[in-house]
């Protein structure tokens, strides 16, 4: 996930923010569990991609504050949603 992660904010040259990236993504991942996603699973590219995106919106909210694009709301919201009807992807 770090691998997507640094492609999309596009700093793949670069380690130094290695630390703090995968930070992030752990703190994604609690956040979209506290949500309600109890069964996120890492290792399902759905839910990877979630990941990723919310850790994205992370880094980039440092520096503007920004709230939560709606793109990320939706896909968060289908993901709790579906998990509460059965359908993990959502």
Do not use: F
């Not at 596009?10 to 703190?27: F, H, P, W």
């Amino acid at each position: 996930m770090l691998t997507m992660l640094k492609t999309d904010l596009g700093i793949m040259t670069s380690t130094a923010y290695d630390v703090r990236l995968t930070q992030l993504l752990t703190a994604a991942e609690q956040a979209i569990i506290r949500e309600g996603a109890s069964t996120l699973d890492a290792s399902e590219i759905s839910d990877m991609e979630l990941i990723v995106m919310y850790a994205a919106w992370l880094w980039r909210k440092r520096d503007s504050m920004e709230g939560m694009p709606r793109m990320l709301r939706y896909k968060l919201n289908n993901r709790v949603l579906g998990e509460k009807a059965g359908d993990q992807d959502g």
